[in-house]
Structure formats: structure tokens, C-alpha cells
């Protein structure tokens, strides 16, 4: 079973960073990438960032290019996310994600494609 705990959200004005982490626990072989998604109040849940397990490779949402970072830690097991620049309409509840779908499947943008979820992380950013 893996269990993915997130932390590290907290209240921010604009223009300024948070990192947000993901301690998961559970085997890896079969971990394809991890992934970081956010939900706003009224809104579907959506993708920001997501980093492949193996080599690091990663891919970003438009809104986030340029201001996010996503990472991984192999030997912690932990993936992360600084964010800097924020704007208020990054505030959201962030998930981590995990996809165990196998080794070298492309990576993906729907949440249908992970397996397991975090509880989740609030980061807000004030004006």
C-alpha cells in the first residue's frame, strides 16, 4: 500500500514562495512518475506539475511554466514543489499524486491516470 503525505502549504502574499513536499511511502519499481495537482473552491481539480520517477524528466501546466519547480528525491522517496511568483489565483488545495502504471508509460495530465493521493495541502495567497 502507498501512502503519500503532503506539507508545507500555508498562507502568502503575492509574489511570494512556498515549497511544498510529498514524503511517500511503498515500493518503486513499478512508480512511473509523481505528480502535483491543485483543486480551487467550485473548481475540478487540476494538473500543475508532474515528474517521472526514473530519469526526472517533467512537464508543466502553461499557468505554472516559469514559476514552479517540481523535483524528486530518490533516496527520501519524496517529491517536491517550490513555488515561487505566486499569484492569488494560485490558491488552491494541492494534491500529490502517484502513478504506478509502469516504468516508461508517457506521462500523464488526468487525475484518472494516478493511483494513489494524498490528503492534500492549502495554499493560499493573498493581494
Do not use: H
Not at 53 to 80: C, E
Amino acid at each position: 500500500q502507498v501512502q503519500l503525505v503532503e506539507s508545507g502549504g500555508g498562507l502568502v502574499q503575492a509574489g511570494g514562495s512556498l515549497r511544498l513536499s510529498c514524503a511517500a511511502s511503498g515500493g518503486t519499481y513499478s512508480r512511473n512518475a509523481m505528480g502535483w495537482f491543485r483543486q480551487a473552491p467550485g473548481k475540478e481539480r487540476e494538473f500543475v506539475a508532474v515528474v517521472r520517477w526514473s530519469d526526472g524528466n517533467t512537464y508543466y501546466a502553461n499557468s505554472v511554466k516559469d514559476r514552479f519547480t517540481i523535483s524528486r528525491d530518490n533516496a527520501q522517496n519524496t517529491v517536491y514543489m517550490q513555488m515561487n511568483s505566486l499569484k492569488p489565483e494560485d490558491t488552491a488545495v494541492y494534491y500529490c499524486a502517484a502513478d504506478y502504471r509502469g516504468r516508461e508509460v508517457a506521462l500523464s495530465t488526468l487525475p484518472n491516470r494516478y493511483d494513489y493521493w494524498g490528503q492534500g495541502t492549502q495554499v493560499t495567497v493573498s493581494s
